[in-house]
């Protein structure tokens, strides 16, 4: 069955660096668009950034460009997101999905289960 996995989360100062990552299986990696999804305490979950099937593609939040980096490893099934220059306001849970396709338009139609990510000093 497909799974998404995320892990890397943690607690990390303001300014500080992590990098996600969401091990997949299940289904054949390098034909899906994989998206990071977040949500804080009290708000919406928000889309973070995605990546096309060939990595050719890459999209961000505005919250996020220039801080945050999307790649993928598709002899890994693997997709990570580098997070720089963290801020209080990136505390979330963040989460990876499946897109329906291999761009990034288009619905999610898998979950990962969530990794916590807290930006304190």
């Known amino acids: 069955q497909v799974q998404l996995v995320e892990s890397g989360g943690g607690l990390v100062q303001p300014g500080g660096s992590l990098r996600l990552s969401c091990a997949a299986s299940?289904?054949?990696?390098?034909?899906?668009?994989i998206g990071w999804f977040r949500q804080a305490p009290g708000k919406e979950r928000e889309g973070v950034s995605c990546?096309?099937?060939?990595?050719?593609?890459?999209y961000y939040a505005d919250s996020v460009k220039g801080r945050f980096t999307i790649s993928r490893d598709n002899a890994k099934n693997t997709v990570y997101l580098q997070m720089n220059s963290l801020k209080p306001e990136d505390t979330a849970i963040y989460y990876c999905a499946r897109r329906s396709g291999y761009v990034c338009y288009g619905s999610n139609d898998y979950w990962g289960q969530g990794t916590q990510v807290t930006v304190s000093s």
């Open positions: 299940g289904f054949t990696f390098n034909y899906y668009a």
């Open positions: 990546i096309s099937s060939s990595g050719g593609s890459t």
